[in-house]
């Protein structure tokens, strides 16, 4: 009898071990044949740098993609994610725009990011107050950035591309400056190892399941279908997002808008955009600050939702804090500040509905907000 139970499991296991790859193949090639699928691109696009920490690669190519979007990126020669610009002509009023994913871009094709739209609106308004210049917005933001980072690649591209001024798009959470002077491992544009000035740097480790998920997701139909069916699916959907929110309050989303405020939590971030200044002001360019606002500031949706489901009171927030404690900091430095919050609450859905970045919609309102309040406050190429 113990025998025969032993048999039988044996044949169950021999079963599902020859039955399982040829389920998984079935599925591959059914799903290859009737529903294709686009595989995921391998996010090579970064490279280490000297100066910055990191950048993108010269010349690489992928595509983002997200529940609502699915983006071609291509990256210059230089290393920026914008065309390739040749020396700077008279005539020409040049703005370097710094900044981390909201200013990149992150979900939207180049022709609809900030730095696109911002360049063609500001060529219209100047072309339509008779001033004779060209303007062009060199898009040295990076996903992932922050303030450190916007002061050290103001060094690395000044000297390239001769900037008349510099934007940078400070978002609420920049005040995590933890990638300060940080060094990264990056093979065939992957990132797989970062330390700090007293660390050594090593390639970290990465586990089996995380190989395979990857592995899959790059060569297996089959597995992306599955995997967007869950995604895709509404009641998953809903799920995925009341995990998100419960999810918000530990990566320190709430963090800059709790009440009373915490000690010191902007100190970095105002130490680099303060650096960012005096260097700015020693080569004669201004430089110009626009806090971009998260969802939860505008929609009150996602606002509730991110209370609610992490059990926090309204009166333990203060949702105008963040822009109050970067504003007196912009004035006692004397950097202008353009705000973008008022266009934006009138104007509906301007964030993906899965994402918390800005679509395209939301970005032509925030360009609008930027260039009237540039020329109420006669900032360059206004003065004169």
């Known amino acids: 009898m113990e025998k025969s139970r032993k048999n039988t499991r044996f044949t169950r296991i021999l079963l599902v071990i020859v039955i399982s790859p040829l389920s998984l193949?079935?599925?591959?090639?059914?799903?290859?044949a009737l529903f294709p699928q686009n595989v995921d691109d391998r996010m090579n696009i970064y490279k280490s740098d000297s100066i910055i920490g990191f950048t993108y690669a010269p010349n690489a190519t992928t595509h983002q993609k997200g529940r609502e979007y699915n983006v071609y990126f291509q990256i210059n020669s230089a290393g920026l994610r914008d065309r390739k610009y040749?020396?700077?002509e008279n005539g020409t009023f040049r703005v370097l725009l710094l900044?981390?994913?909201?200013?990149?871009?992150?979900g939207l094709e180049i022709e609809n990011s900030l730095p696109r739209q911002l360049e063609r609106a500001l060529q219209a308004a100047v072309k339509a107050d008779g001033i004779d210049t060209t303007i062009q917005v060199v898009n040295a933001a990076v996903g992932g950035y922050s303030p450190y980072n916007y002061w050290k690649a103001?060094?690395?591209?000044?000297?390239?591309?001769?900037?008349?001024?510099?934007?940078?798009?400070?978002?609420?959470?920049?005040?995590?400056?933890?990638n300060e002077h940080a060094r990264y491992w990056i093979e065939n544009g992957v990132t797989l190892g970062m330390a700090t000035r007293s660390e050594d740097l090593r390639k970290q480790r990465v586990n089996v399941i995380t190989r395979v998920r990857k592995w899959l997701s790059w060569n297996s139909q089959f597995y992306v279908l599955l995997r967007n069916f869950l995604?895709?699916?509404n009641i998953v959907g809903r799920i995925l997002r009341r995990l998100k929110a419960q999810n918000a309050d530990q990566g320190g989303q709430l963090d800059p808008f709790r009440v009373p405020p915490e000690e010191n939590l902007w100190d970095k971030t105002f130490l680099y955009l303060a650096s960012l200044k005096v260097e700015t002001q020693q080569d004669g360019v201004p430089l110009v600050v626009a806090p971009?606002?998260?969802?939860?500031?505008?929609?009150?949706?996602?606002?509730?939702a991110i209370l609610s489901a992490n059990q926090i009171s309204e009166s333990l927030v203060d949702m105008k804090q963040?822009?109050?404690?970067?504003?007196?900091?912009?004035?006692?430095?004397?950097?202008?500040?353009?705000?973008?919050?008022?266009?934006?609450?009138?104007?509906?859905?301007?964030?993906?509905?899965?994402?918390?970045?800005?679509?395209?919609?939301?970005?032509?309102?925030?360009?609008?907000?930027?260039?009237?309040?540039?020329?109420?406050?006669r900032l360059p190429p206004w003065d004169g």
């Not at 193949?25 to 290859?32: N, Q, V």
């Not at 900037?163 to 940078?168: G, T």
């Not at 969802?295 to 996602?302: N, Y």
């Open 231 to 233: 995604y895709y699916n």
């Open 86 to 88: 040749e020396k700077k």
């Open 154 to 178: 103001y060094g690395r591209w000044r000297p390239m591309y001769e900037p008349d001024l510099v934007f940078v798009g400070l978002s609420p959470d920049d005040y995590d400056c933890s």
């Open 25 to 32: 193949l079935s599925g591959e090639a059914f799903t290859r």
């Open 292 to 304: 971009i606002p998260l969802k939860l500031e505008i929609d009150e949706s996602e606002y509730a």
């Open 322 to 377: 963040p822009l109050r404690q970067i504003g007196k900091f912009c004035k006692e430095k004397e950097i202008p500040v353009l705000d973008a919050r008022s266009e934006l609450r009138q104007c509906q859905s301007c964030y993906f509905k899965y994402d918390g970045h800005w679509n395209t919609k939301g970005v032509r309102a925030a360009v609008q907000a930027f260039v009237h309040q540039w020329r109420e406050l």
């Open 99 to 106: 900044g981390d994913s909201f200013s990149v871009s992150h």
